[in-house]
């Protein structure tokens, strides 16, 4: 028996901070991605994260005298954690850190640190007040676990509801009020009310009344949205927000925006008056001017995306990524009747559609123009085909593009199998048409030739050669990929349309050595001779040598935009102050660092409490073995993870949007694992080692007919409305879940029957192995894919069996 018997259990307030805490993990990625770069966001939250490691920690060397005041200290953490998770991201943004000057400035390493530390601190809140309710109502633990389990399945849902609502920092506020109403509940659950009450208040009204000149996002002056302010009379005249990224409305009146990527130095008409749309202040797009008049578009003539009108007329033609409307502006000036468009922003749609509807001309309501809301490839899966060209163009911002910023991205537009499904919506004699930025050397343009020569192969051409065309301007290269073998008459299309722009061939049947790298010269005929080597014998061997990856992704691997090789990073690095820093991929080092952070930081924060616990008591020997505690927890804390990941990329096509995968598939993992939790809490203590099999066996079998059958079965369901397939999506996960949520409480409780001291040791080891589980995910996907992530989860699971902490023999 304990003190906590018989008592109330405060699950409203522990489901309500859970759920506040991982909204903020997600705002706190949203809000780092605008203010500085996606990989560097991803790193700092992902290390900010291990403040749950050091919560344990600190409530192994202090639980006896935190639970005799648990009240006190319970409140005192939930009202910290509401407080620090608005204010030390403001203290954050005060941190002077700069990405871009990491390999420069010995400094920034300081900073960094400094604004991990930070972050942290919210995170140590959560966790103290879980943490220590785990501890003091160990005799109902499983029921704890359950409340933050569904508590988290709720919070991923809100915060992605939140931001479509309120703008990023409107919502950083509200989750701060979250944490300070969890402690409110606790102050009613446990029946505290009275002074603890009225501060509480008071807090959230000072909440409420920060300066407005707090409440600004300070964002990195080499962000393209800040350099474009610094032009005369520029100014941002709307914002909107959602999960899919903050948009910045910006005109200059006095100085003209002048977007046309790729624009032939040989063009004499100007793109017409422009509005630049920022995307997490960059990834510049624009909205044209537009009243009716095609001559003002002429300029879209003079681009290496306006090859396809010229080879073959396009009476249908499918967008991909639609933005601002330029793709469909040029699909118009070149007489296409039927245009498809497809945008995944519905903020940035509306932007066009509605609210300069009129600047834009009505684009979205012009006759022949249809717009379609959702996510690219799973609308091509779903559409009839039967186009004259399908079109991607410019899909990310040439600095994030040309950093390596996208290497952590998954991209399901540029895998093998996706331009299969491309290639088989084309009319006879159609063309699949990709535009890329051009980097030097050749990533992009020559890896997406590698795909598209698979994709070829894959749907059994024999001869791939006859049906690409590459052609490359200053900036941008356009690679077309036609329905059947390209004609004569096409070839002598081609050679006019690049000789009147000064574009250079790369690739095309029968090109001869002398034919290309004319007009925009570089020192190597990079581009066609890696375009013939990735066609030849060799190319094996090409792409073995080569000094970037550029290896096909896959639908398995579906990182498009890693180009790391290991044996160049010498090179590079050695070249950096002469630009070679551009020449990393800047993502994937990021990457790998975190891991490496991560892993120093668990072994400090698994090794060292430990060590001073047993200078004080030696209960760990006398009860329970350490090593089973360690590798208990923290095969549990990698496989959970290792499988949510991963599932969340398996039901991505399926359910035809990020977004509902993320929400989906995280809030049914969440909610039915909360389920399984609150289940286990039925078990005698007698019982516990065979429920553990019990549900480790039915977790390996599911998972491994899942990893063998999924993908065959959701492919023959992912034409079922939109409500029936999130309703398959949560069936398929609820039974895996459920059984995924018996591990953790029922160790928990072994602990809590032969050592209760190690539960807080046991919530640091699982807290330190999420963070590793979440950074070594990705690397594994990365280089073998999300089935093997799957399988090694279920081996993972599989050895829990033989690490169950067991009493010690006296």
């Known amino acids: 028996m304990t003190a906590a018997d018989g008592q109330r259990l405060p699950w409203l307030s522990i489901a309500l901070v859970s759920a506040t805490a991982l909204a903020y993990e997600v705002l706190l990625m949203r809000l780092f991605s605008i203010i500085q770069w996606h990989h560097f966001a991803y790193m700092m939250i992902s290390l900010a994260l291990l403040g749950y490691g050091v ?49 420069w400035d010995p400094r920034q390493p300081v900073w960094l640190l400094c604004t991990y530390l930070l972050l942290a601190v919210p995170f140590f809140f959560a966790a103290n007040a879980i943490g220590l309710a785990l501890i003091y109502y160990r005799e109902r633990l499983s029921r704890i676990y359950a409340a933050d389990l569904l508590g988290a399945g709720f919070g991923s849902i809100a915060i992605l509801v939140l931001l479509f609502v309120v703008l990023p920092l409107q919502a950083l506020t509200v989750l701060g009020l979250a944490g300070i109403t969890a402690a409110l509940l606790g102050v009613l659950e446990l029946r505290k009310a009275g002074t603890a009450a ?34 005369k009379d520029t100014r941002m005249v709307a914002q909107r927000s959602s999960p899919l990224g903050l948009l910045s409305v910006v005109e200059s009146p006095t100085i003209p925006l002048r977007h046309a990527p790729g624009l032939s130095l040989n063009a004499t008409t100007e793109p017409p008056p422009q509005l630049g749309v920022f995307t997490d202040g960059d990834g510049l797009s624009v909205i044209n001017r537009y009243q009716g008049d095609l001559q003002t578009l002429a300029y879209l003539d003079q681009m290496t995306s306006a090859l396809p009108y010229h080879l073959r007329p396009v009476k249908r033609g499918l967008i991909l990524g639609a933005g601002g409307g330029t793709d469909v502006l040029q699909a118009l000036y070149h007489h296409t009747s039927s245009v498809d468009a497809v945008e995944l922003n519905p903020q940035f749609a509306r932007l066009v559609s509605s609210d300069y509807a009129d600047y834009a001309g009505h684009l979205y309501q012009t006759a022949g123009v249809t717009l379609h809301l959702g ?21 990310d911002s040439f600095s994030a593009s040309a950093s390596g910023q996208y290497a952590l991205s998954e991209n399901h537009l540029y895998t093998t199998e996706a331009l299969g499904e491309f290639l088989g919506k084309l009319s006879a004699g159609g063309f699949l048409s990709i535009t890329r930025w051009i980097k030097l050397p050749p990533r992009d ?24 065309i590459l052609i490359r301007g200053w900036q941008t290269s356009t690679l077309l990929v036609k329905n059947g073998s390209i004609t004569a008459q096409e070839l002598q299309q081609l050679r006019s349309f690049c000789a009147a722009r000064s574009f250079d061939l790369a690739w095309y049947p029968g090109i001869r050595p002398g034919e290309s790298n004319h007009y925009n010269r570089l020192r190597e005929d990079w581009f066609r001779d890696g375009a013939v080597a990735l066609l030849g014998e060799q190319r094996e061997r090409f792409l073995e040598d080569y000094k970037f990856n550029l290896n096909p992704s896959t639908d398995d691997q579906p990182y498009f935009f890693h180009f790391f090789k290991w044996r160049t990073l010498l090179e590079v690095l050695q070249l950096r102050e002469r630009g070679g820093a551009a020449l990393t991929d800047a993502g994937y080092l990021v990457l790998v660092a975190t891991l490496v952070q991560a892993v120093i930081a668990s072994l400090l924060l698994i090794l060292l409490p430990i060590w001073i616990h047993q200078r004080r008591s030696r209960s760990v020997q006398q009860t329970v073995r350490g090593s089973m505690v360690v590798g208990y927890f923290l095969l549990l804390g990698l496989s959970f993870l290792f499988i949510e990941i991963a599932f969340i990329q398996k039901f991505l096509l399926f359910l035809h949007h990020p977004l509902y995968a993320i929400a989906v598939v995280l809030s049914s993992f969440l909610v039915f694992s909360g389920l399984g939790s609150a289940w286990s809490g039925r078990v005698s203590p007698e019982a516990r080692g065979k ?98 992530v799957i399988a090694v989860a279920l081996a993972l699971y599989a050895l829990t069996l033989w690490v169950f902490p067991t009493p010690c023999r006296p």
């Open 55 to 103: 919560s344990g920690a600190f409530l192994l060397l202090l639980q006896g005298q935190l639970l005799r005041r648990f009240a006190t200290s319970y409140l005192t953490n939930l009202a910290l954690f509401g407080v620090s998770s608005v204010g030390c991201f403001l203290l954050a943004q005060q941190i002077p850190f700069n990405a871009e000057e990491v390999l």
């Open 198 to 231: 009225w501060l509480l208040v008071l807090l959230a009204v000072a909440l409420l009344l920060l300066p407005p000149r707090w409440m600004t996002l300070e964002m990195s002056p080499y962000k393209g949205l800040n350099e474009t302010l610094r032009v």
């Open 375 to 395: 996510e690219a490839r799973s609308f091509v899966t779903g559409s009839s085909g039967d186009y004259d060209l399908i079109q991607v163009s410019l899909l």
């Open 445 to 468: 343009t020559l890896k997406l030739f590698a795909t598209a020569i698979d994709a070829l192969r894959a749907s059994g051409v024999t001869d791939p050669g006859q049906q690409l």
């Open 691 to 788: 429920r553990l099999l019990q549900a480790v066996s039915a977790i390996v079998l599911l998972g491994t007919v899942y990893l063998l059958s999924l993908d065959g079965l959701l492919g023959h369901l992912t034409d079922l409305p939109e409500l029936a397939r999130i309703l398959i999506s949560a069936s398929l996960i609820a039974p895996l879940a459920f059984c995924m949520g018996m591990p953790f409480p029922l160790g928990l409780a072994r602990l809590a029957d032969h050592a209760p001291d190690l539960i807080p040791w046991a919530w640091a080891i699982n807290g330190c192995a999420s963070v590793i589980s979440a950074v070594l995910a990705t690397l594994l996907a990365i280089h073998l894919g999300f089935a093997t």
